[in-house]
T-cell receptor, first 118, second 113 residues
Framework: GAVVSQHPSRVICKSGTSVKIECRSL??????MFWYRQFPKKSLMLMAT???????TYEQGVEKDKFLINHASLTLSTLTVTSAHPEDSSFYIC?????WGQGSYEQYFGPGTRLTVT | GENVEQHPSTLSVQEGDSAVIKCTYS??????FPWYKQELGKGPQLIID?????GEKKDQRIAVTLNKTAKHFSLHITETQPEDSAVYFC????????????FGIGTKLQVIP
């Protein structure tokens, strides 16, 4: 199946700083990428949907100014957590999909990024 | 919007037995139903999916059934093995999986050797 990578896998940052998480589709062109947040022992909560070359669509209750999403190419999307606070600590997961070719109609997930804000 | 309910939340089975996880969905427009396996500290991995134009799909020890009329679908794992232990999520989507997917709450499966 299609491969999606995330970097970094783990990151620790101080409160007030910003951190960027990268999501890459390695073997297919992803027209759409999704960003999820997962709390311990909970399901995945969709934060936003990003389509290449356009602004991300955020789910209700997600602060777009705090969670900046950029999808500049068909293989890369980034999530920047700005002015991070301890309550932003979580497991962030991206997924990528495309309506054609490899990855068609499925969402392929990255391995996740564990963010800890101290 | 779509609402996906999943049960049980936890499931323990003896190695070699079968495991069944059931989900229901609310939006009759949903036409794509993937199942994901998530191991601790990792992202979800697609294990099987089914589209609304079929009622059953099988891949080795894993099978999924779909009842569109009742709006429910199930995952069946036969001859369970310890490595099947993980959290399993069902999901539903309209317009295929490349658009927004709504997840169930997850089922933690434990296979006891």
């Amino acid at each position: 199946g299609a491969v999606v990578s995330q970097h970094p896998s783990r990151v620790i940052c101080k409160s007030g700083t910003s951190v960027k998480i990268e999501c890459r589709s390695l073997d297919f062109q992803a027209t759409t990428m999704f960003w999820y947040r997962q709390f311990p022992k909970k399901s995945l909560m969709l934060m936003a949907t990003s389509n290449e070359g356009s602004k991300a669509t955020y789910e209700q209750g997600v602060e777009k100014d705090k969670f900046l999403i950029n999808h500049a190419s068909l293989t890369l999307s980034t999530l920047t957590v700005t002015s991070a606070h301890p309550e932003d600590s979580s497991f962030y997961i991206c997924s990528a999909s495309s309506p054609w070719g490899q990855g068609s109609y499925e969402q392929y997930f990255g391995p996740g990024t564990r963010l800890t804000v101290t | 919007g779509e609402n996906v309910e999943q049960h049980p939340s936890t499931l323990s089975v003896q190695e070699g037995d079968s495991a069944v996880i059931k989900c229901t969905y609310s939006d009759s427009a949903s036409n794509y139903f993937p199942w994901y396996k998530q191991e601790l500290g990792k992202g979800p991995q697609l294990i099987i999916d089914i589209r609304s134009n079929v009622g059953e799909k099988k891949d080795q020890r894993i099978a999924v059934t779909l009842n569109k009329t009742a709006k429910h679908f199930s995952l069946h794992i036969t001859e369970t093995q310890p490595e099947d232990s993980a959290v399993y999520f069902c999901a539903a989507s309209i317009s295929g999986g490349y658009q927004k997917v709504t997840f169930g709450i997850g089922t933690k499966l434990q296979v006891i050797p």
